[in-house]
Structures are given as C-alpha cells and as structure tokens.
C-alpha cells in the first residue's frame, strides 16, 4: 500500500493528468496532417460515442454529436498515419446549425507539436458530406513557419 501511494504522489507532483494518454511516437513521413493540437495535451474521445462513420482523406472516422456540438475523431486512420495518430483521437470540435460547421481542426507533422486551426464549411449531399476550410500555417522541419495555406478537409458519411 505504501509503494502505491509513493506512486500516486509522484504523479500528481508530476503535473501528469490521469485522463492524458501518451503522445504518438511520429513515423518517417514528410507530409502534416490533421491530428491534434500544439501544446496542449491530447485530445481522445471514447469509440463507443461514435453515432456515424465517415470517411476522410483514407481514414475511418467517427462523428459525436451532443445537442448541437459536433466531434470527428479517428477510428481507424489509414496507415499513412501509423505512429502519428490513434484510434480515439480528436480530429474536429465544433458546433452545426444544420447546414454548416463551425470549429476548431487538428494538425501535426512529424517530428513536432500538433497544432489547432479554425475551420468551417457547408453540409453538403443531404447531409452525407462536410467540407470544412481553414487556413493554416505549414511549418518547416525546424518548426519554424513556412506559408500560410488554405487546408480542405472532406467528410463523406460511409
């Protein structure tokens, strides 16, 4: 019992939330994708939320609706994102007002932090597709800004 509570004392001087999961180790890749966001800690939901599955960009990902809050995340990412990106992820956080969304995507590349950027865009196809767009700014491999870009993520129901 003792050695327990040495251990939780570590932890919680640690500054370590109990809730975060480890960070992804990341993959030889040179491409950024969508993911998480910079300096904070990771962002997971539970699978068993998943109300629908839509594909995006190769991946599987689920949509968690709650009143007029929306969330993607990764149920199965494709294999592109091996290392970088788990089941569970957040991918999207935002709002719906039936005919668009509105948030917040995540964005990582090897090698450094994930970042957040804003997005928003239409629900298309009687609901079975969402367009969002953002701009966002790539970053060199050193982390330092590259250009800013206007970045299109597309969810089609499954």
């Known amino acids: 019992m003792k050695i327990l509570k040495i251990a939780v004392s570590i932890l919680l001087t640690s500054g370590i939330a109990f809730s975060q999961r ?8 040179g491409e950024e994708f969508c993911g998480n966001s910079e300096g904070e800690e990771l962002e997971f939901r539970e699978l068993s939320s998943v109300k629908s599955y839509w594909n995006h960009n190769g991946s599987i990902v689920g949509l968690i609706p709650e009143g007029r809050n929306r969330t993607f995340i990764y149920v199965k990412p494709r294999s592109g994102l091996q290392g970088l990106v788990e089941p569970g992820m957040v991918l999207f956080t935002g709002t719906s007002n039936n005919s668009s969304y509105n948030g917040v995507a995540r964005r990582f590349r090897k090698g450094l932090p994930p970042i957040k950027y804003n997005v928003s865009g239409p629900i298309n196809k009687g609901g079975s597709q969402v367009v969002l767009t953002g701009e966002v700014t790539t970053r060199n491999a050193d982390g330092s800004p590259n250009k800013t870009i206007l970045d299109t993520l597309v969810f089609d129901l499954k």
């Open 22 to 29: 480890p960070a992804a180790n990341p993959v030889e890749i």
